[in-house]
Antibody, heavy 121, light 108 residues
Framework: QLQLQESGPGLVRPSETLSLTCTVS??????????WGWIRQPPGKGLEWIGS???????DYSPSLKSRVTISAETSKNQFSLRLTSVTAADTAVYSC?????????????WGQGILVTVSS | DIQMTQSPSSLSASVGDRVTITCRAS??????LNWYQQKPGKAPKLLIY???DLQTGVPSRFSGSGSGTDFTLTISGLQPEDFATYFC??????????FGQGTKLEIK
């Protein structure tokens, strides 16, 4: 069973860059079976897909965030990361990393616990 | 973008009831529809994928149906642990997805 754990700062100042890391255990991010993605949930609101990557280095992002987002992998550490630039208060949310199965309905079958990131000065 | 609209946004029911939650896509997504359960402060949990396939370990009182643009999640015989928020997700436009806004299921 895959386990995913987010890490990174819980407070980011406006206009700065949000950087989070997801550490994967119980499996390899170099697996053909999964995409690796990030999702966020603003307090009291619904889920928003941010983007995902495949271990080969290809990535895809939500059109609404594409200009500010980068998702990349560090395969030697079995980790992947999220960078979101020029943040504002609207980026305050719980950020979760997740695994997406490529061999079914592209369902999200494992989620990290999530990390609350607050954008504030 | 494909928009996903869930209804109702909230629902009150009693233990033992049968409840149905609906998810509508703004265009056809074939059967690429997944359902998740989320409890307060917890990560979402996959319940059903590909419209009607039950994730391993999920009780059989959960079921899903639909195709194209209209989908339903049915819980037959509500249990106390089922009171939670439920989200649908389209995975047709892989690997960029969209979610419904959620349905909060509360105890009557």
């Amino acid at each position: 069973q895959l386990q995913l754990q987010e890490s990174g700062p819980g407070l980011v100042r406006p206009s700065e860059t949000l950087s989070l890391t997801c550490t994967v255990s119980g499996g390899s991010i170099s697996s053909n079976t999964y995409y690796w993605g990030w999702i966020r949930q603003p307090p009291g609101k619904g889920l928003e897909w941010i983007g995902s990557m495949f271990y080969t280095g290809s990535s895809d992002y939500s059109p609404s965030l594409k200009s500010r987002v980068t998702i990349s992998a560090e395969t030697s550490k079995n980790q992947f990361s999220l960078r979101l630039t020029s943040v504002t208060a609207a980026d305050t949310a719980v950020y979760s990393c997740a695994s997406v199965r490529r061999d079914g309905s592209n369902q999200i079958d494992n989620w990290g616990q999530g990390i609350l990131v607050t954008v504030s000065s | 973008d494909i928009q996903m609209t869930q209804s109702p946004s909230s629902l009150s029911a009693s233990v033992g009831d049968r409840v149905t939650i609906t998810c509508r896509a703004s265009q056809s997504i074939s059967r690429y529809l997944n359902w998740y359960q989320q409890k307060p402060g917890k990560a979402p949990k996959l319940l059903i994928y590909a419209t009607s396939d039950l994730q391993t370990g999920v009780p059989s009182r959960f079921s899903g149906s639909g195709s194209g643009t209209d989908f339903t999640l049915t819980i037959s015989g509500l249990q106390p642990e089922d009171f939670a928020t439920y989200f649908c997700q389209q995975s047709y436009t892989t690997p960029v997805y969209t979610f419904g806004q959620g349905t909060k299921l509360e105890i009557k």
